[in-house]
């Protein structure tokens, strides 16, 4: 069975800040996704990650994948307010592309 | 990146009564579409996996004549919760890829998401 583990769950800082949260799975996959979820909304993309050594950036967030590992982090640089919300790390699952199995998410809250 | 677009948004209904949730790719064709179900504060289990002219795929310990799917088209896909009961009360939310021909066309697209509350 494929698993999913992020940590941490919950994540609380303080604006300027510095962070990482982790995403474990158990299973070879060459392609990982994070997402951003905001309370009572849906999912939004924030990386795709394609191939093992992969690193993205997008403003404060950063993304890297070791494959061999199966670990991928996002890294929080500075965090902001407005980085407040649920983060999903995903993979594949098998059977049809686009089927994806979800870590449990990470709160995050960033405090002024 | 594609839309894809989720109806309604909420929906409340009565205990015993069937909704029906849509989900629309907008400027793509999506052969294959996927049903994710999210409790609060809890992650997003996959509940089905719809294509376009055949039967769903249903995950394990998801009952297929309560969660009925149906993919008519390749821009839509249906999922009716029949007879439904409070503990049915979740955030429903749809996803649909591009295709599988090319690696990056496999990314998931997230419809905006149906919270459902049975009264």
């Known amino acids: 069975e494929l698993k999913v583990e992020q940590n941490p769950l919950f994540l609380s800082m303080q604006e300027g800040k510095n962070y990482t949260i982790y995403c474990n799975y158990s299973t070879t996959s060459d392609r990982l996704y994070w997402y951003r979820q905001d309370p009572g909304k849906s999912l939004e993309s924030l990386f795709v990650l394609l191939s093992n050594g992969a690193v993205k950036q997008e403003g404060r967030l950063m993304a890297s994948l070791d494959t061999k590992a199966r670990l991928s982090t996002l890294h929080i640089t500075a965090a902001v307010h407005d980085l407040s919300a649920t983060y999903f790390c995903?993979?594949?699952?098998?059977?049809?592309?686009?089927?994806?199995?979800f870590g449990k998410g990470t709160k995050l809250s960033v405090k002024p | 990146g594609a839309v894809v677009s989720q109806h309604p948004s909420w929906v409340i209904c009565k205990s015993g009564t069937s909704v029906k949730i849509e989900c629309r790719s907008l400027d793509f064709q999506a052969t294959t579409m996927f049903w994710y179900r999210q409790f609060p504060k809890q992650s997003l289990m996959l509940m089905a996996t719809s294509n376009e002219g055949s039967k769903a795929t249903y995950e394990q310990g998801v009952e297929k004549d309560k969660f009925l799917i149906n993919h008519a088209s390749l821009t839509l896909s249906t999922l009716t919760v029949t007879s439904a009961h409070p503990e049915d009360s979740s955030f429903y939310i749809c996803?649909?890829?591009?295709?599988?021909?090319?690696?990056?066309?496999?990314?998931?697209?997230f419809g905006q998401g149906t919270r459902l509350t049975v009264v």
């Open positions: 996803s649909a890829t591009l295709g599988q021909s090319r690696v990056w066309d496999t990314e998931a697209f």
């Open positions: 995903a993979v594949e699952g098998g059977g049809s592309q686009g089927n994806l199995i």
